[in-house]
């Protein structure tokens, strides 16, 4: 089942913190974060495991509460460079099925 | 170290034509991706190699699709005979080892059906 993401869009002005929630229906093996430009391929950001890990990336960090379901990435004091189409991608089932399936996106657009 | 790389980038022909896709994960990926993505939204995964076996394929259009990778390495999509739902990106993807880490994405085909 395809994860669903929150919001579909956001708009933010240069500084500002941004939340984009992944929310699956069913048991999460892990949880994949991709940012995606327009035009281009996506790029990874990072690999949460199940065990509730939260992980850091420079200023973008993320969470997975796996008795949830939920995963969510943080954003904070927004760079131009963040705007983009994030991604969450899947790996569901209480066993690894080894199988990444991604969300329909989160735009972010980050204003000056 | 190289990328994935895939031809062609782009491709247009009419309906009830076949085209190809080429992709050459990085050195060493036993795992490889194709994903279709329709404009606005995510990846959707078509087929799932490990090495040269097919691991998933469940979302495969089987009566139009197809998919090889030979000797574990570069691989090739088909679609014969193509429709108009078929335009997107066809990304390619390879990693280490399946989803235990990062997937590293070739430009794409962007693929016009008229």
């Known amino acids: 089942q395809q994860p669903v993401q929150s919001p579909q869009a956001v708009i933010l002005r240069e500084g500002e913190d941004a939340v984009i929630n992944c929310s699956s229906s069913k048991a999460l093996y892990s949880v994949h974060w991709y940012r995606q430009k327009h035009g281009e391929a996506p790029v990874f950001l990072m690999i949460?495991?199940?065990?509730?890990e939260q992980k850091g990336h420079d200023k973008i960090s993320a969470s997975f509460n796996e008795k949830k379901q939920q995963s969510s990435l943080y954003l904070t004091a927004s760079q131009l460079s963040y705007s983009g189409t994030y991604f969450c991608g899947t790996e569901g089932g209480r066993h690894r099925d080894d199988k990444i399936i991604f969300g329909k996106g989160t735009r972010l657009h980050i204003l000056p | 170290e190289a990328g994935v790389a895939q031809s062609p980038r782009y491709k247009i022909i009419e309906k009830r034509q076949s085209v190809a896709f080429w992709c050459n994960p990085i050195?060493?990926?036993?795992?490889l991706y194709w994903y279709q993505q329709i404009l606005g939204q995510g990846p959707k995964l078509l087929i799932q190699?490990?090495?040269?076996?097919?691991?998933?394929d469940s979302q495969l259009p089987k009566d139009r699709f197809s998919a090889e990778r030979l000797k574990g390495v570069d691989s090739t999509l088909k679609i014969q005979p193509a429709k108009l739902e078929d335009s997107a990106v066809y990304l390619c993807?390879?990693?280490?080892?399946?989803?235990?880490?990062?997937?590293?994405f070739g430009q794409g085909t962007r693929l016009t059906v008229v």
């Open positions: 190699f490990q090495n040269n076996g097919v691991v998933d």
């Open positions: 993807a390879s990693s280490l080892q399946g989803a235990y880490g990062e997937a590293f």
């Open positions: 050195s060493g990926h036993a795992t």
């Open positions: 949460l495991l199940k065990g509730g």
